[in-house]
Nanobody, 124 residues
């Protein structure tokens, strides 16, 4: 099975920075894309940033110029550097991975996996 373990969340003042990490482990053959989503209280989960295997990235308009997604393929890890944080960035941030892995009873399968989420709070 595959696990996604996130870290790096916390409390930060407006204008501050945080760096989130998400490490994928398990019987992984290929990672096609890794993404960060977030969900604020009372709102739907939204895509924040994504990166595909060849390094192409995309961002939500609300974070362009402030957030940077990057990936260490050797470590199966994705990062989200968040700068100039605003109170409206407060949310639970979830890591998502689109990957091919060994699934018990099914063999090699392409599946979406999710991390457990990490809280980011931007407040003075």
């Amino acid at each position: 099975q595959v696990q996604l373990v996130e870290s790096g969340g916390g409390l930060v003042q407006p204008g501050g920075s945080l760096r989130l990490s998400c490490a994928a482990s398990g019987s992984i053959f290929t990672i096609y894309a890794m993404r960060w989503y977030r969900q604020a209280p009372g709102k739907e989960r939204e895509l924040v940033a994504g990166i595909i295997s060849i390094g192409i990235t995309n961002y939500a308009d609300s974070v362009k110029g402030r957030f940077t997604i990057s990936r260490d393929n050797a470590k199966n890890t994705v990062y989200l550097q968040m700068n100039s944080l605003k109170p409206e960035d407060t949310a639970v941030y979830y890591c998502n991975a689109d990957l091919e892995s060994l699934v018990t009873g099914w063999g090699r399968r392409r599946v979406d996996y999710w991390g457990q989420g990490t809280q980011v709070t931007v407040s003075s």
